[in-house]
């Protein structure tokens, strides 16, 4: 990007015109900055970076004030055009930035301000001290820069290309060498070739004679394979023939078993009118037994009475509960085990909302799990009893399901010890399941005849629901 330096009111107050005309008078024309190699302007960039912080704070134009800030690797990339622009419009900023890079310089900067140049100097670092202090003969100067950059341009154009030319020659002579190299190496194959196209002659020879031979042979076993279909064809006529006997026995024996499968379908149809009429007798006496003892239907259920009062009665297990436990971890049992008639499905509330929906809230675990286990009363008409900890804590519960009843343990008892107090009041011979991953409660329930399965289980069942 070449640097130009357009006219500006300040260069008055530092770079003084000699000769100025009058008012009215015609001003002298203002010649156009010169187009700078690369390298000069870069250089120039370069040497303004390095001595931009140095200088005062006020004597900073305000474009540069944010570059200037910048750490030394990143001002002269990021910032090169602003730097750029601002010598070629500023030539106040110009002169202060020429006075530091002067004094860096030493001697070179000394003598390019008197118009000379060392013969040893670098072209570039002079043209960039002349465009800078702008001494007497500094196009000059820059012009012979750019001179001396072209020439080493060209310079290393022709180093690269003698270059470039010796490694052809060098490449050309290490192919000459490979192609002789390559030339022996086919002679050789083609004299190994020669032998070997010999010796597969001979081959050819040997394998025509065994072909010949194998020919013969062949007739003879065609021969053979024709005698052996005819006696094939003789079996499987005979085997047809046995086939067609063995279907005419398994129709008969089909024929048998459909008289066998009408009659014992006959004598079951006799041992189920036997069995309605036992089971019908059984119904009737028990009306009877009901109507006698004079039973009215009860609409409150044991664990209600545990529900309602929390009353702990110690004591030894009912007599028959062994007869109802079973140890049972199987996933699969919780549908057989629910379809078992007037069956009571008791929860361990927090133990299944845990390792199920952990990640909820507890107010949207307990919501979560009682609407889930309303499904299943719905479903399978069982009674369902979900036990919380801590009634203390709870405010606003939302009404449960027709079917389940919702208990919170009081303060001084956990969930556990209700579990297990509703278990001990079911009577003896009622299906009792409790849901429970503690391995304590199942432990307990177990010895009161109670079903334990673990909460996988249930999460189970409630994601088919």
């Known amino acids: 990007m070449p640097l130009t330096e357009p006219h500006d009111d300040r260069s008055s107050a530092e770079e003084p015109v000699v000769g100025v005309p009058e008012t009215g008078e015609d001003l002298p024309t203002v010649e156009p900055e010169p187009a700078l190699p690369e390298p000069v302007r870069q250089r120039i960039v370069t040497l303004t970076a390095t001595v931009l912080p140095g200088l005062p704070a006020d004597e900073v134009p305000v474009p540069l004030r944010r570059v200037a800030k910048f750490a030394p690797n990143r001002r002269a990339r990021l910032g090169a055009p602003v730097i750029a622009a601002q010598l070629t419009a500023d030539p106040l900023f110009r002169q202060r930035v020429s006075a530091r890079v002067l004094v860096d310089a030493g001697d070179l900067g000394a003598a390019v ?30 012009e012979a820069s750019g001179e001396a950059v072209r020439a080493e341009a060209d310079s290393a154009v022709v180093a690269e290309l003698v270059r470039e030319a010796e490694q052809r020659a060098t490449r050309a002579e290490h192919d000459r060498a490979v192609a002789r190299v390559e030339a022996e190496k086919l002679r050789d194959e083609l004299a190994r070739v020669r032998e070997e196209l ?98 009215d239907p009860v609409d409150t259920l044991p664990a209600d009475f545990v529900a309602d009062a929390f009353a702990d009665q110690p004591g030894a297990a009912p007599a028959g509960a062994a007869t109802r436990a079973r140890d049972t971890d199987d996933p699969a049992r919780l549908d057989q085990l629910l379809a078992l008639p007037r069956a009571h499905l008791v929860v361990d509330g927090y133990n299944v909302t845990k390792r199920g929906f952990g990640e909820m809230s507890l107010e949207q675990q307990r919501k979560r799990l009682i609407t889930g286990l309303g499904g299943i009363a719905a479903q399978t008409g069982d009674e369902v ?57 199942a432990d307990g329930v177990r010895r009161h005849g109670a079903y334990p399965l673990g909460a996988d289980s249930l999460l189970r069942r409630l994601s088919r629901s």
């Open 113 to 142: 301000v008197e118009g000379t140049a060392p013969a040893a100097a670098d072209p570039v670092e002079v043209a960039a001290l002349a465009y800078l202090a702008r001494p007497r003969g500094w196009r000059e100067l820059i």
């Open 198 to 295: 010999g010796q597969l002659r001979e081959e050819a020879r040997q394998l025509t004679r065994t072909l010949r031979e194998t020919q013969a042979r062949e007739r003879k076993a065609a021969e053979l394979l024709a005698t052996e279909r005819g006696r094939a064809a003789r079996a499987a006529a005979d085997a047809d023939a046995e086939l067609r006997r063995a279907r005419a026995r398994l129709a008969e024996a089909e024929a048998a078993a459909g008289v066998a499968r009408a009659s014992a379908k006959e004598a079951r149809s006799v041992d189920d009118a036997r069995l309605w009429l036992l089971l019908e007798t059984i119904g009737q006496a028990a009306v009877g037994l009901r109507r006698e003892l004079a039973l």
């Open 385 to 441: 009893t979900v036990v919380f900890d801590g009634a203390e804590r709870i405010h606003g519960l939302p009404p449960a399901p027709r079917g389940v009843r919702v208990l919170f343990s009081r303060k001084g008892e956990t969930a556990d010890e209700l579990i297990r107090r509703l278990v001990r009041a079911e009577p003896a011979g009622r299906p009792v399941v409790v849901v429970s991953s503690d391995r304590e409660v």
